[in-house]
């Protein structure tokens, strides 16, 4: 049981360089999340998609596009890449379950960098 | 407007001694709270929980403590083990029923041998 997988682990790009970043889940979750976390400011979100088939924006969506492509996977596209967008990523998973405490499953991370 | 903060970045403690890492919040219609626990180089892994209709939750040595007059909660380790060292986020649900979290900013706790 793999949990929740991310690709690529670390990424260096050049200004303006695309690149999409993948994850995918086993657990069979109905959510799915992308977050980067910077020094000092946490765990912040950037998209999110609350079922297959839906996406929806968080508290920093600029910069970014998604696809939920199936139930397991939800990528991550930088189309122009920027070094405000150097962070580390994490993707991660839930049931989003009504009532429930909705624990979220985490990735690895991907460490970007750009140039 | 941060939600959920997270006021001291890190806390330094020697082994064997109480962990005590703090969150407050400003939205008391949170249902409940999630403790994070995230070593280098990996993702967060869930810690512990506590729902606002209890004050009180413990795991092994883990207890995580709500003052929702306060709108605070903290997080106590005892016996605090040098494997504890990482960064602790305090978590609280988003809006909606998507399953979202606001995570506050992340304290680092090294404890030393």
């Known amino acids: 049981n793999a949990g929740v997988t991310q690709t690529p682990k670390f990424q260096v790009l050049k200004t303006g360089q695309s690149m999409t970043l993948q994850c995918a889940q086993d657990?069979?979750?109905?959510?799915m999340y992308w977050y980067r976390q910077d020094p000092g400011m946490g765990l912040r979100l950037i998209y999110y998609s609350a079922s297959e088939g839906t996406t929806d924006k968080g508290e920093v969506p600029n910069g970014y596009n998604v696809s939920r492509l199936n139930k397991r996977e939800f990528s991550l596209r930088l189309e122009s890449a920027a070094p405000s967008q150097t962070s580390v990523y994490f993707c991660?998973?839930?049931?989003?379950?009504?009532?429930?405490?909705?624990?979220?499953?985490f990735g690895p991370g991907t460490r970007l960098t750009v140039l | 407007d941060q939600q959920v903060k997270q006021n001291s970045p890190s806390l330094s403690v020697q082994e064997g001694r109480i962990s005590i890492l703090n969150c407050d919040y400003t939205n008391s219609m949170f249902d409940y709270f999630l403790w994070y626990k995230k070593y280098p180089a990996e993702g967060p892994t869930f810690l512990i929980s506590?729902?606002?209709?209890?004050d009180k939750n413990e795991d092994g040595r883990f207890t995580v403590f709500l003052n929702k007059s306060a709108k605070h909660l903290s997080l106590h380790i005892v016996p605090s083990q040098p494997g504890d060292s990482a960064v602790y986020f305090c978590a609280a649900p988003g809006s909606g029923n998507t399953g979202k979290l606001i995570f506050g900013q992340g304290t680092t706790l090294q404890v030393k041998p």
């Open positions: 506590i729902s606002s209709i209890k």
């Open positions: 991660a998973s839930s049931e989003a379950l009504l009532g429930s405490y909705n624990e979220q499953f």
């Open positions: 657990m069979n979750h109905n959510s």
